[in-house]
């Protein structure tokens, strides 16, 4: 096993784009061997050593930086299988955690499958995607990564091997899991009685419901139950055709308009993908794309899986419903081959390249929401985020999944002043969100950066719950430390 402490060598495992700070670690490890993780993990009370698990550095919330714990870096651990066929319509691919997704991605989809999560950032670790439970685009269709995961092989936090297949462990009427380990021993793992926020994406906390599978508690725990080494991933066959289209709208009443036609068009026209850019972010992306047009007050982005025979079809419904919603059809963008929908992803993409390249210049940090509501609310959050900014006089964009009710709010602070008047609104933003009935993070997780405000969601005994599915399954508290659960949870004084 391969290890480093050398500080100048390790820098780069203290940083994600959480932006935090002050992180420091002792050490680095590189298993080569899953092997190897569970001798690290069955060793660390004995040695008086906790690990944080690094994924590839994506993450916004802090999650992999570690305060003095050791590193346990899984890059090495990146194999890749090939796909095995169920059925016409069915397959799997076995992956280590350390495995880049977008590596996997062009290995299925050039046998002809695809592997539906599409979280905005491709270089992530699957291991990390599935910890993070992490969903994106395609989540308005497909849902989150957790729809798509058929068996984990977990390493515990005492160093043994879990297999877990999904359908194979499930909840018991009381709403405990009777979990064998290989060694022999037992736990009862009883599950947060909380009920989730009503929205469409949500990733904060453990996940729990009535008759639950195992699997899915350790999908989106954040590495905090124990290190994903390999899972078998879920493929649909790749669709034949898509259309990718960006539809400038003059005001939001047209492009809300055209969003609950789209989502309530419940037919092979049903868009995969409904991403929106407020004017603002409009006004960002300008500078490198002028064609923008000065008077849209939104934008939508929207992709369509379809066929070759029904293409016409789908075209015509899809500009019917843009006459109908009064969008800028002259101005909009149509992209149906490959190099058209390629430069398309460009546009999306450039987007937090301009701001962080903005924010360089004012040397102060963004404070950005992941927050999602029911859909009969999200017009309620959306003013709120924007009447609230403009009170303040900040510089902000609005962005993201207005599929599933799930925008991103950034506030770009010019000075120090405004980066404290921004984070008090941060705090405001929870409240107003919680109290619509939705989440406080939709899709990043919860990681170091936000689990202050997790007891706000479901309330102190329910972290309590939570912290003692912690310690069932790592009682010396080895992994992970400081994510999801405040240590102030964790103490033994703290019943």
């Known amino acids: 096993m391969i290890s480093k402490t050398d500080q100048e060598s390790i820098r780069g495992f203290l940083e994600d784009t959480s932006n935090l700070k ?26 008086n050593r906790r690990f944080t ?4 550095g994506t993450g916004t919330t802090g999650g992999r930086i570690p305060f003095g714990d050791f590193v346990l870096a899984m890059e090495k651990l990146d194999a890749i299988g090939e796909p095995v066929v169920l059925s016409p319509d069915k397959a799997i691919i076995t992956v280590q955690g350390g495995a880049i997704l977008q590596e996997i991605q062009k290995k299925v989809q050039a046998a002809g499958w695809l592997y539906p999560p599409d979280p905005t950032e491709a270089l992530c670790f699957i291991g990390g995607t599935i910890a993070n439970n992490s969903s994106g685009a395609r989540t308005l269709k497909y849902g989150p990564t957790r729809n798509h995961i058929a068996r984990l092989l977990v390493v515990l936090p005492e ?19 009777h979990l064998t380990l290989p060694g022999g021993s037992r736990k009862t793992i009883h599950l947060p009685r909380y009920t989730m926020p009503a929205t469409s994406k949500h990733n904060a906390g453990y996940f729990s419901k009535e008759g639950m599978d195992l699997i899915d508690l350790f999908i989106g725990s954040e590495g905090t139950l124990g290190v994903i080494a390999e ?10 055709s898509i259309i990718s289209c960006l539809i ?15 989502k309530n068009n419940q037919t092979d026209s049903t868009p995969r993908a409904l991403e929106f850019f407020d004017r603002n972010a409009l006004t960002f992306l300008r500078e490198q794309y002028p064609e923008v047009p000065t008077t849209a007050d939104g ?5 369509l899986e379809t066929t070759e025979e029904k293409m016409d079809e789908a075209l015509d419904r899809l500009f019917e419903a843009i006459e109908a919603s009064n969008g800028m059809a002259e101005e909009s963008w149509m992209a149906l081959d490959r190099s058209e929908q390629e430069k398309i992803r460009e546009f999306r993409h450039a987007l937090p390249l301009i701001v962080n390249e903005w924010l360089s210049r004012q040397k102060e940090s963004k404070i950005s929401t992941d927050m999602a509501v029911p859909d009969h609310a999200f017009r309620e959050l959306f ?19 207005i599929g599933n009710a799930h925008v991103h709010l950034n506030i770009l602070p010019r000075n120090r002043e405004e980066f404290v ?51 069932c399954l790592d009682p010396f508290l080895v992994l992970n430390i400081g994510n999801i659960i405040p240590l102030s949870f964790l103490e033994p004084d703290n019943h």
Do not use: W
């Open 22 to 47: 002050s992180g420091h670690t002792p050490g680095v490890f590189f298993p080569e061997t899953i092997a190897e993780i569970g001798l690290l993990l069955k060793n660390a009370p004995v040695e």
């Open 53 to 56: 698990i690094a994924g590839n």
């Open 159 to 177: 160093g043994e091997l879990l297999e877990i297949r999904r359908g194979e462990q499930i909840a018991d009427s009381n709403g405990d899991i």
């Open 231 to 240: 899972a078998d991933l879920m493929l649909i066959p790749l669709p034949q």
């Open 248 to 262: 400038y709208f003059q005001s939001m009443e047209e492009l809300l308009g055209f969003i609950n036609t789209c």
């Open 299 to 303: 934008a939508v982005f929207l992709e």
């Open 383 to 401: 003013d709120f985020y924007r009447s609230s900014c403009e009170q303040h006089g900040f510089v902000y964009i609005i962005f993201g999944h």
């Open 421 to 471: 008047e921004a984070k008090a609104l941060y705090r405001t933003f929870v409240k107003k969100a919680i109290a619509l009935g939705g989440t406080l993070s939709a899709e990043h997780g919860i990681g170091k950066l936000k689990s202050e405000y997790l007891a706000e969601l479901y309330g102190e005994d329910a972290i309590r719950e939570m912290a003692a599915i912690k310690k």
